[in-house]
């Protein structure tokens, strides 16, 4: 079983900043892809952006230019900087990363933080 734990979502005003983290545990062998979607309630669930082992980043163009995702392999963690925030940037932000165990291949989502951008 693979835990996903999500920190640092918030209230902050437009133009701001704030910087989300999601620390994975548990039976890991090997972490593939991490990934930030966010959702609003009564719509589907987006995808934010994606970062795979080696690097590679993909963004909704809603963020581009704004948002940067990062990760560190060593620490199992997956970080998601938000700048420049928007009211349409409230959502709340769910980790999502695919893996395998020492048994099979599995895909975990964390428990969601709230970000909500208002004056």
């Given at each position: ?36 979607y ?43 900087q ?17 893996f ?5 291949p ?14």
């Open positions: 079983q693979v835990q996903l734990v999500e920190s640092g979502g918030g209230l902050v005003q437009p133009g701001g900043s704030l910087r989300l983290s999601c620390v994975a545990s548990g039976s890991i062998f090997t972490i593939y892809d991490m990934g930030w966010r959702q609003v309630l009564g719509k589907q669930r987006e995808l934010v952006a994606v970062i795979s082992p080696g690097g590679s980043t993909n963004y909704a163009d809603s963020v581009k230019g704004r948002f940067t995702i990062s990760r560190d392999n060593a620490e199992n963690t997956v970080y998601l938000m700048n420049s925030l928007k009211p349409e940037d409230t959502a709340v932000y769910y980790c999502n990363v695919g395998t165990t020492t048994t099979m599995g895909r975990s989502w964390g428990q969601g933080t709230q970000v909500t951008v208002s004056s």
